[in-house]
């Protein structure tokens, strides 16, 4: 594209009367004799999202010419058809000469002889080429907007806004239009003919009118004459359309590839519309605006942007995501980091589904269709945690579906530097670069030192800005005093300003960084969130905190927080934490992975809304959920024992500054005199880089991703495999990161890895060695099962084959506790030994099989030591199996957590593992012929571990953003289905369930709808695809050859 553009300027078509000097603006330019072009090629699309006036329309009957003398550009006009008819009239009594025969009002009058005159006006003078002049200002218009009206019926009944492209489909609409102008020529000339002999009848009895004012008469009637659609319906009509059809126009002319719907940076206003109504955002940013308007986005390139945390990044995705799935027809993949994120994004853009028409599909956890559903009318976006995008993209290559996604979207790009993580992200943005050339990526960032290592292997462009809505100012607090943060100061800190708290003596000792003093400058009236190194130290200072603040916290909002209590009561089977009871009247919480994931939603909930004004929390939360604060406090530059990186510091201080309710936002990071010179680094250092981290854990990322390309067929050779990590960071980095061996020499390692493991097998062909994936290796990348588990996991399930116990879940929820989390939990010797005691006979004889006899279990819980060798890895996993095993029977974390003594938290997250690494089981067993029994009995497992509550509350908690308190709620109060949630009325159901809001409700709603509809569709296409002719059918040729 040019550099040198021009803006398109669309005008509103406006039925208001207009000056004399602007009416020619109003209309659109008419190809010249001399050749302008129509629409300019080079073009660009400029954003509308300022307030648009309403285009105001005039009623059918309304005086259209009131004040409106001039026609032609000549405002005499009207005065010398007086003149002319006085002359006439002379003229009249003088010869008396009346032709009774002559229409006066046909467009092709015969032309008059010397002796023909005026009878009664001079409009049958005019002829021919005055009257094709008139209606310049009329005429032309009327047959814009009817041929505006009928395209925009057109597009109506074919709910399509694509434009005619065929020169064929063009004469056709040109032949409609003309042939709809003379049919609507004909009526209007057979009503003025009968209006005019009606006149003369009248005119015999009656003195004359001028001219003028019949004029004025015959204009007003031709306007009010009634149609098959009225004046305000067709102008209407005309003017919604008409931004369409003109960024249509103008989409066409600069790529034949790519529609656009409307002006709205090429989607519809509608689009615009629901962004205010749905997050009530009137306008974007100007880098917003900037970065949708890049001519890499346009031409469709790969883009990275980056940008500090909370300045806008999302919505520039979310609206180059619409144009995806609405102007090209395209399937979306937006990939989020955690399973919150998802569902939140889910909730989120379930409305926009509904109104636009696409499927919004959730790929996290336990849920997750591989291969997607394949849907002939509808588009889908899947949002998904990397770990399921990595699996659903395999699922695509592998059905030869890739290209149906146009767009690919990765929040938290540099997340590609963090660990077997960052390896997932790098080996499924390497494989879409590798096999669709169609599929354009987009990537969100926070600022990078060597962001241009990530644009080569991208093949990305970068845009980059320090915008925030809401200025961020940084401080440190040291000793007494705080600094404000400035790299331009010599020691990188200038003073602000001194403390002079007043502490007593025992305060000092209880809170000696002032903690208190600074949390009570902001709340209750501003928000704070303080940052703890470790789980325990949150719950502390939150304790800490209310120690020592007024009676005056306890009224504020004292209702709401009395409702938040018996909420968290109520998620718990009537049990709450004793610090949250503690903490929630004085409107403070803490927030970590202890606190289930109903108790951290609640809590999430209340201090969006206000009603919770402080959270005491960890790292976690800066990196999930947007929760911003006034005031942001670190309560010590470490998480855990490790100092802080860069990229933490900047995410939790990036959340201070709430957009359009604070001004400015701060951080005060609290430091000891032995930390000031590692600070001075972390607060004043440029960004870390990111590196590749497919060599992370020995390499196991290189090996999985070698795995997968030889059992998707992408490649097949060890050149092939070279040729692939060819377009990898690890290749782009390979001189820092490739020290000890070259790459080359690590493929062919890996290679000689996984033939060794039986994952791989090689046998020659004319072209060397060929590589294909045995049975199990197929069955390790589908399952995402992490290659060094996979032969152990196979022996298991085997084992389990020879005595599968069916009468219990125990033996299968063994087979699927994760391997990842038995290190992180030792057996409570005595509680192992009362539990097991508690198994039926025919469960223990199964743990006996597995390796855990009774015998030795009692051993441990006398205390006395035990001769015969066992494996401890098996004891811990059935410790953890016992636990889940107790979680599925009695459905309450709270008391399990009791009965195991292990913190809520803890269940918590082997519960939502569990279910996921059932998941992967199920999908391996899937590609092993024999594992059969498996598949039937995992699915139904899968789903009882998602959920984990009576199996009457499972269709209502399948929908995004319920929990199972929220699901009883709902149960009780009618809502006892899929369908009964769909469709309730949001604000019935805010006043029915207690404590929800209308905009909770909303998105339940709305995400309960978008499920059904989801469902309903899969079960469409099924009925489709049995209807349907079969490709292969045999035709009557063929049989009577065979």
Not at 905 to 931: D, K, M, N, P, R
Request: hydrophobic share 35%; charged share 25%; proline share 3%.
């Amino acid at each position: 594209m040019n550099e040198a553009r021009r803006e398109i300027k669309v005008k509103r078509v406006s039925s208001r009367k207009r000056s004399r000097d602007s009416w020619k603006t109003q209309l659109t330019p008419a190809r010249k004799g001399g050749g302008e072009e129509l629409c300019p090629r080079n073009w660009k699309l400029s954003s509308i999202m300022a307030d648009i006036k309403a285009v105001e329309y005039c009623s059918d009957s309304e005086d259209l010419f009131g004040d409106y003398d001039s026609i032609l550009e000549d405002s005499s006009f009207l005065a010398k058809l007086d003149d002319a008819e006085q002359s006439e009239r002379q003229r009249d009594l003088q010869t008396h000469a009346v032709d009774q025969q002559q229409d006066f009002t046909s467009l092709r009058p015969s032309k008059p002889s010397s002796e023909d005159v005026l009878t009664d006006s001079i409009l049958d003078g005019l002829g021919d080429e005055s009257f094709e002049d008139l209606p310049v200002s009329q005429l032309e218009f009327q047959e814009r907007v009817n041929e505006k009206a009928k395209k925009s019926r057109l597009q109506d009944g074919d709910k399509t806004s694509t434009p005619f492209r065929s020169s064929d489909a063009k004469r056709r609409t040109e032949d409609q239009t003309k042939r709809h102008t003379e049919d609507q020529t004909k009526r209007h000339t057979e009503d003025q003919t009968k209006r005019h002999t009606e006149d003369q009848t009248k005119r015999q009895t009656k003195a004359r009118r001028s001219v003028a004012d019949q004029l004025k008469r015959t204009m007003l009637c031709n306007a009010a004459v009634p149609s098959e659609l009225s004046r305000s319906v067709v102008l209407k009509e005309a003017v919604v359309s008409e931004e369409i059809s003109v960024a249509m126009l103008a989409m066409e002319t600069v790529s034949a590839q790519t529609t656009d719907l409307g002006p709205f940076f090429g989607l519809p206003t509608k689009v615009r519309d629901l962004i205010y109504n749905l997050r009530g955002i009137k306008s974007l940013y100007d880098w917003q605006e900037t970065c949708l308007n890049l001519d890499c986005v346009h031409q469709r390139k790969n883009l990275i942007y980056s940008l500090p945390t909370s300045g806008g990044k999302t919505l520039v995705a979310e609206i180059l995501i619409l144009r995806e799935l609405l102007c090209r027809k395209k399937d979306c993949l937006f990939i989020l980091p955690y399973i919150s994120l998802v569902q939140e994004k889910v909730r989120g853009l379930a409305s926009f589904g509904l109104e636009l028409d696409f499927m919004v599909e959730e790929y996290a956890g336990s849920k997750g269709k591989f291969p997607p559903m394949k849907r002939r009318k509808q588009r889908s976006l899947y949002i998904a945690t990397i770990e399921k995008a990595h699996s659903l993209v395999n699922s695509l290559i592998e059905s030869d579906r890739l290209d149906h996604l146009g767009l690919v979207v990765v929040d938290e790009l540099h997340m590609l530097g963090d660990g077997s993580r960052g390896a997932v992200i790098e080996m499924t943005l390497a494989k879409v670069l590798y096999v669709s050339k169609m599929t354009q990526i987009i990537g969100m960032s926070a600022t990078l030192g060597n962001i241009k290592d990530l644009q080569t292997f991208m093949k990305a462009e970068n845009y980059t800005n320090d915008f925030r809505p809401v200025q961020l100012k940084e401080y440190v607090k040291l000793n007494d005093t705080i600094y404000e943060v400035d790299p331009k100061e010599e020691d990188c800190f200038r003073l602000s300003r001194h403390l002079n708290f007043k502490y007593s003596s025992s305060m000092q000792k209880i809170d000696p960084d002032h903690i208190i003093a600074l949390v009570t400058e902001v709340i209750p009236t501003h928000s704070c969130l303080v940052f703890c190194p470790t789980k325990k130290n949150c719950e502390n200072v939150a304790a800490m905190i209310c120690k020592y603040l007024k009676e005056d916290f306890l009224r504020h909002r004292e209702k709401e927080k009395s409702v938040l209590l018996r909420d968290l009561k109520d998620s718990g089977n009537g049990s709450v934490c004793p610090v949250l009871r503690r903490t929630v009247p004085f409107g403070l919480a803490y927030h970590h992975s202890g606190l289930t994931s109903e108790e951290r939603k609640l809590v999430e909930e209340a201090y969006s809304n206000g009603v919770l004004c402080l959270l005491t929390c960890t790292s976690t939360l800066a990196a999930g959920i947007n929760l911003p604060a006034r005031r942001v406090i670190l309560r010590s530059p470490y998480v855990a024992t490790d100092f802080l990186k860069r990229s933490q510091y900047k995410q939790m201080v990036g959340r201070a500054g709430r957009a359009g309710i604070d001004t400015e936002g701060e951080s005060i990071l609290i430091l000891q005199d032995r930390d000031r010179n590692m600070a001075k680094n972390l607060v004043c250092a440029p960004m870390e880089n990111c590196y590749s981290n497919l060599m992370h854990d020995d390499g196991k990322g290189v090996l999985s991703l070698i795995l997968s390309l030889i059992g998707l067929n992408i490649t097949r050779s060890v050149a092939q495999i070279w040729d692939f990590l060819c377009g990898t960071l690890l290749y782009v980095q390979q001189q820092q990161l490739c020290e000890e061996k070259s790459l080359q020499d690590v493929v062919r390692q890996c290679v000689d890895f996984l033939k060794e493991k039986n994952l791989v097998t090689a046998s020659a062909d004319t072209h060397g060695e060929s590589l294909q994936v045995t049975k199990l290796g197929r069955a390790t990348f589908k399952g995402s099962v992490d290659l060094t588990r996979s032969d152990e996991l196979y022996s298991d399930l085997s084992k389990g084959l020879e005595g599968l116990l069916l009468n219990s879940y125990l033996h299968l929820v063994y087979l699927v506790t994760p391997y990842d989390m038995i290190s992180q939990c030792k057996p409570d010797w005595m509680i192992y030994f009362r539990q097991f005691t508690l198994l039926s006979a025919a469960e223990q004889k199964m743990s006996a099989t597995v390796g855990v006899p009774e015998s030795f279990v009692a051993r441990k819980a006398a205390g006395q030591t035990v001769k015969k060798s066992v494996n401890m890895v098996v004891v811990s996993r059935m410790y953890l199996a016992l636990v889940l095993f107790s979680l599925l029977k009695e459905t309450s974390l709270w008391s399990v957590s009791d009965k195991f003594q292990l913190s809520r938290g803890f269940i918590q997250t082997l519960l939502s593992s569990s279910s996921a690494f059932c998941s992967c089981v199920l999908h391996f067993t899937e590609e092993l012929e024999e594992f059969w029994p498996f598949r039937a009995l995992l699915t139904e497992l899968t789903r009882r571990l998602s959920y984990c509550v009576q199996a009457e509350l499972i269709p209502l908690m399948e929908v995004v953003g319920v929990m199972e308190s929220r699901a009883k709620q709902l149960y009780n109060a009618g809502y006892k289905t899929l369908t009964h949630l769909a469709n309730a009325d949001p604000a019935v159901l805010s006043k029915t369930i207690e404590n929800l809001y209308k905009k909770q409700a909303n998105l339940i709603v709305a995400s309960a709808k978008m499920l059904l509809n989801e469902k309903a569709a899969a079960l469409q296409e099924e009925v489709d695809e049995l209807l349907m002719m079969p490709v292969d059918f045999p035709s009557a040729s063929h049989t009577l050859f065979t």
